[in-house]
């Protein structure tokens, strides 16, 4: 008998489910806020949002779910506007206790998705790390290698000034010179970086054309690509725009300083800097040959003797 009367009480709650419309606003909230998390997850890390607020947002989504059932079940929304859903005819306690049912029940499931969900809600970390491989020259004039290596390495300069990303060093990626195929998964996954730019120079009297690829080492898919046909007085511009839009590609944040030393043009005579860039060049060979160094000493004396005192300055 008493198994009959607990099997009706539980079927007069069904029904009241059901009559005041409770099951369709739950499938609805459930879904709308999944589409919430969703979004959030994408676009907090965009906002440069703590982790945190994302999981403040689940924290009221899941307060919520209960409040919602609650709602639609003391109100319909009708053409008349907002109306009290009509008691059906059963006794108080049973109405009371129909009420403390549902109530439970939102707060129990909405335990249960915070057990879940809570965890695992954390914004999506952007991986702002980058290599920057060694460039092909594509000049006529083999010798101008060293221009290639020295555009190389004043981009990869001007990216580690900016302190949101991670820059692996020159002498990390020096060993994929002259790899006809890269394959952009190994080479992210060999040096712990999300990204690769790769690139190549041709350079004909003052003209300089720099062509560079940004890539994703996680799928081998192009980020964004750019080509440069300018001056060679304009490398310096070339070079700041770079680090600017890989900055943005990565969702760096920039400082108001670190753009500015990105603006700073190290000088204003490309004589001296073509000198800089090739005594740079002899100076880290000079690392794995050490009778080379003594080659990088009158190409810096020229430097400064055309510059004076603001000759180029690394760093």
């Avoid at 005041?20 to 890390?45: D, E, H, L, W």
Wanted: hydrophobic share 45%; glycine share 6%; charged share 25%.
């Amino acid at each position: 008998m008493r198994d009959a009367c607990k099997f009706v009480l539980m079927s007069n709650f069904f029904e009241e489910l059901q009559r005041r419309k409770v099951y369709r606003v739950a499938a609805a909230y459930i879904i709308a806020a999944g589409f919430i998390i969703q979004i959030g997850s994408a676009v907090f890390p965009a906002w440069e949002l703590p982790n945190w607020t994302l999981r403040l947002v689940v924290v009221l989504l899941l307060i919520g779910f209960p409040i919602a059932l609650i709602l639609s079940w003391a109100y319909d929304v009708t053409a008349q506007g907002i109306r009290a859903t009509p008691t059906a005819s059963v006794p108080g306690t049973h109405r009371r206790r129909n009420l403390i049912l549902l109530v439970a029940t939102g707060v129990i499931v909405s335990a249960a998705a915070g057990f879940f969900l809570l965890p695992r809600a954390s914004a999506r970390k952007i991986d702002k790390s980058i290599a920057v491989l060694p460039f092909q020259n594509l000049s006529d004039e083999k010798e101008n290698a060293y221009f290639a290596d020295g555009i190389q390495d004043d981009i990869l300069t001007n990216l580690s000034k900016i302190g949101d990303l991670k820059v692996i060093s020159r002498m990390s990626v020096m060993s994929y010179r002259g790899e006809g195929t890269r394959n952009a998964r190994e080479i992210g996954k060999t040096l712990g970086v999300a990204a690769l730019l790769e690139g190549s120079v041709r350079r004909v009297g003052n003209r300089v054309r720099v062509n560079v690829q940004l890539i994703d080492a996680n799928n081998d898919e192009h980020i964004w690509a750019e080509d440069y046909d300018r001056d060679l007085t304009d490398v310096f511009a070339i070079q700041t725009d770079l680090a600017q839009k890989i900055a943005s590609a990565l969702q760096a944040k920039l400082s108001p300083n670190e753009k500015a030393r990105l603006d700073h043009r190290p000088t204003q005579n490309p004589d001296a800097y073509l000198l800089f860039v090739q005594a740079h060049d002899w100076a880290n060979r000079a690392e794995m040959f050490h009778d080379t160094s003594l080659k990088a000493e009158p190409l810096f004396e020229q430097a400064i003797k055309l510059e004076g005192e603001s000759a180029p300055q690394r760093g």
